[in-house]
Structure formats: structure tokens, C-alpha cells
């Protein structure tokens, strides 16, 4: 065993060589025998031995410890790398070379930062996994979820994942802004809703979902798929009751209206209820005037109408009167013939015998009106046609007057207008024959499609224009006799002339026709003292009170063909004395 002299500054003088010489000093001292010395020497030198092992032994143990922490180090550093989705790191010791603890000393730095990018990642993760979490659960309805912390997969902290939970947190984040602005177009349209039909606002969209009040704030409103589906229902049930209230309404304003015009309301009174008749015509989307259908105002105007309905049973002989006027003055316009003393009378026992309902009764009468209007209706054409040939004959007898007149060229006042209108008036006299042919067709058809005669004012109106025909054939061979007169008469005159080589004075027939021209024989105008006969046979005395201006009306055909001014001078002529025998 080699032993050292140098000093050891921790034990002072006390080295082995100054220990063994001391302790040889002792033992030459006590006289211990070389046997002994030499064994104590050997065990000595084995205790020695012994610590060297545990010296070895131990810093073995301690390499190997080292080797195992950079083994793990070495690992953890792959594991950080792989996780964070790193291929390299910039700290990282390209030399692997140096001592245990070198190497340690170089991974251990590495080691800290990406542990710390490690719980920065794991935070960023959290927080998007968090954020997802909170709007699936919005979504879904269920926001228990957010009690609970999202786990973060600790393996997969790649910045590509992260992206990935990111677009699917913007996915997300967009569905609950479209959510959202579904929920609160859904609550307006309730708002609106409910304040058009007087309904609290607050008590039916709280109904659907606590977080649909007012007082919450718009990002804290529910967005889940029940509150989507129970506000939809709750928009489709306030739209259809919308819809049923102005049915409602409509119906009692139409009631109303009926009701105020029956009784000639006064305007003061029906004011009261502008606010029920206004939405008379309008559709669902445009009543948007807030308490314009609510209960309360339907329930109005339902007293009222009952109201009116009551005063209508009152006043039913009035009413009744009021639309027999009515449905006689549809029949006078289309010119049907009527009684309308018997349905006068049939009325009023109808309504004190009590046999009947008053609004039976109404509804008849109605029924009654409608009829008419569609019977008017279907007369409208050919009654057109009637009034044309009736102002046609009327024109034709004005210019039948104003052919006669003698002075009728003379520069006198208003003559060019009388010139224009007797223009006018061969024109549509030229027409007549084409009109009456026209109504023939018309009537005709008219009355097979109805199974019934077409009367005008009671009077066949094939009758009157079967007569019409058949005066206008007189009328024609009046006209063609009269021709012939005047033929004969022009003879006479040049055989005269050849006898006594003179013709008459045309001063003698001037005045003989000024005082017994064609209106003192009754030549010309001999047709319009005939007229429409058939009328006078049919229709007796007639009363003219009401039925005047219809009289009239059939009175106009006078004269049926007008007379040419040469047609009425030959009869001037014809009734003139032969002048005698100078």
C-alpha cells in the first residue's frame, strides 16, 4: 500500500506515514509481537480497501445516474420536439462530445424553453378548446359543459393542430353570429307582432327562453336549436293569429259599413271607428300599427255590430223600403217593367206577420239585387245599341224639321252650326238600317240564351222593331208614291206650257204652301202620328209620373225616314190649283 507524505491541509500534521510511524512507536512500546503487527497491518490495509470500493462504488452509481438523466433528457427533448411539432430547436447542442455533465449542462437550457413554449402551447389550446366547448354548448343548449375544463391532448400541441381547432373555432364563432341574428330578427318580428295584437312582449318571448328579455344583453341570448325551433313556432302562432284578427276585423268593418249605410249613420258617428274600418282592405303585412288588432278593439266593434243589428230590427220596414228603392231603380235603369206596389205590399206583410227573419228577409232582398245587377249586366249591350237607334231617329226627325224650313240657308245666326249638325245627322240617319239589323241579331240571341221575351219598359223590344220595319216600309212607299206625283205633276205642267206658252207664277204655290204646307195635309208628316202603336196597345195609360222620361225615351222614334228637300217640294207642288186659262 503506498502511503503519502504530502500534507493534507483538512487533517493538519496528521498524515499516514506520521499515523503508521506513530502507531509503530506504540507498538514498540508495548512489545507487540511482529505476527501481531502484521495483522493488524493486513486489516489495515482491507479497511482501506473497503472504502475505495464504496468510493468507487458510489461514483459508478453516480455516473450512471448521470448517464441516465441525459438518456432521459436526451428523450424528453424528442418527446417536446415531437409534441410541439418541432423538427429542430435552435438551442439544441450539435456536439455530443464532452463530459456527462457538459452534455447535461448544454441540454438543460433546451430543455426549459420548450418546457415553457410547452405550457404556453398547452394554455392557447385550452383557451380555443374552451371557447369551442362554450359555443357547442350554446348551440346545444346545454351549458353545463362549461363547467367542466376541456382536456388538452398533451401529445399533439402542433401549431397545425392548433389551426385546426382555430378554423374550427371561426366555423363555430360564424354559426353563432348567424345564430344570433336569427334569434334577434325571430324576437323583432315577435316585438312587432305582439304589438300589433296588444300582447305583452316580455311574457311571450320569455316564455320561449328566460334570456329573450330586453334587460339581457344580446351576446348572452340563447342560440340553441329548441330556442331557433320554439321562436319559429312562436312567429308561425302570432302570424296566423295576425291573420285570423283581420279576418275578424275585416269582417266586422265590412258589417259596419253595411250597417252605417243602411241606417245613414252619420259621419261623426262612424269616425268612432276609423281605427276598425282603416285595415277595411289592407293586407296582413301591411297592418303594422301597434294595438291595431288587439282584443279588446275586435271585441269593440263585435258590441257595436251587435249593437247595430238590434237597431236594424228596429228600423226593418225602412231598410226593406230602402232596398226595394234600390233594386227598382236597377230595374228602371235597365229598363225592366216592374210592380213596385206589390212588392211594397208583399213586404210589409212579410214583416208583420213575423214569419221571417229580419236579416232572411235582407239577405233575400240582396239576393234579389245581385240578380238584377247580373240581369242589367247581360242587357247592357243591346240597351247601348237602343239608345243609338233612339238618338238616331231623334236626329232623323230634327232633320226631317229642318229640311222643310225654307230660310234654313239664309246667312241667319247659328245657321252654320244647324248645317253642321244636319251633316252629322244624315250620317247616323244612314245608319239606322245597319243598327236595327244589329238589335234584330242581338235580341234574338239575347232572348235564346234566356228562354225569355226582351222587353223594353214592358214592351217586346222585337215589337218595336218589327213596327219600326214595317212604318219605315210605308215611310218607303210613301216617298216612292210621292215621286210619282210629282212626275205627274211635272207632265201636266209642260203640257200646259205647250198650250198656252206660259208656266204659273211661282209666288202662288210659295203662299199656298205657307198655309197649307205639308205639316196643314198631313203628307209628309203623316208617319209620326202613328208612332209606336204597339206601345199604346200594350201598355194602357200608363202612369207618367215616375215612367216619363221612359216615355219619352220610346216616343223619340217620330219620324222613321227623313224626307229629301226635292221629296217635299214635289208635294208642295202636288197640291197646288192649275192656274187658269188666260
Known sequence: MAVT??????????????????????????????????????????????????????????????????????????????????????GIPENTSGTIKEQLA??????????????????????????????????????????????????????????????????????????????????????????????????????VHPSLNDSTGVQSKSISNDTLARLAKTVLTLKEDKKQRLHKLQELASQLIDLWNLMDTHPEERRLFDHVTCNMSASVDEVTVPGALALDLIEQAEVEVERLDQLKASRMKEIAFKKQAELEEIFARAHIEVDPDAAREKIMALIDSGNIEPTELLADMDNQIAKAKEEALSR????????????????????????????????????????????KARIMVNKIPALVDTLVAKTRAWEEDHGMSFTYDGVPLLAMLDEYAMLRHEREEEKRRMRDQKKHHEQRNTEQETIFGSRPSPARPVSSSKSGGPRANGGANATPNRRLSLNAHQNGNRSTSKDGKRENRLSAPVNYVAISKEDAASHVSGTEPIPASP
Open 380 to 423: 247592357k249591350d243591346i240597351l247601348d245599341k237602343v239608345e243609338k237607334w233612339m238618338s238616331a231617329c231623334e236626329e232623323e226627325s230634327w232633320l226631317e224639321d229642318y229640311n222643310r224650313d225654307e230660310n234654313r240657308y239664309n246667312a241667319s245666326r247659328g245657321a252654320h252650326i244647324n248645317l253642321k249638325r244636319a251633316e
Open 106 to 207: 448544454a441540454i438543460a437550457p433546451v430543455l426549459e424553453q420548450l418546457w415553457q413554449q410547452k405550457e404556453e402551447r398547452i394554455k392557447e389550446f385550452s383557451d380555443v378548446q374552451s371557447q369551442i366547448q362554450q359555443i357547442c354548448g350554446e348551440i346545444a343548449g346545454n351549458l353545463n359543459l362549461n363547467d367542466v375544463s376541456p382536456a388538452v391532448d398533451e401529445s399533439d400541441l402542433s401549431l397545425k393542430k392548433l389551426d385546426e381547432y382555430q378554423s374550427e373555432l371561426q366555423e363555430l364563432q360564424k354559426e353563432k353570429s348567424e345564430r344570433l341574428h336569427k334569434v334577434l330578427e325571430f324576437v323583432s318580428t315577435v316585438h312587432d307582432l305582439c304589438a300589433v295584437l296588444g300582447m305583452d312582449f316580455f311574457s311571450t318571448a320569455t316564455e
Open 5 to 90: 507524505e504530502a500534507q493534507n491541509p483538512l487533517l493538519g500534521e496528521n498524515t499516514c506515514g506520521s499515523l503508521l510511524k506513530k502507531l509503530q512507536e506504540i507498538w514498540d512500546e508495548v512489545g507487540e509481537s511482529d505476527e501481531q503487527r502484521d495483522k493488524m497491518l493486513l486489516q489495515l490495509e482491507q479497511e482501506c480497501l473497503d472504502v475505495y470500493k464504496r468510493k468507487v462504488e458510489q461514483a459508478a452509481k453516480s455516473r450512471a445516474q448521470l448517464l441516465q438523466a441525459l438518456s432521459d433528457a436526451k428523450l424528453e427533448l424528442s418527446t417536446l420536439l415531437s409534441a410541439l411539432g418541432e423538427k429542430s430547436f435552435a
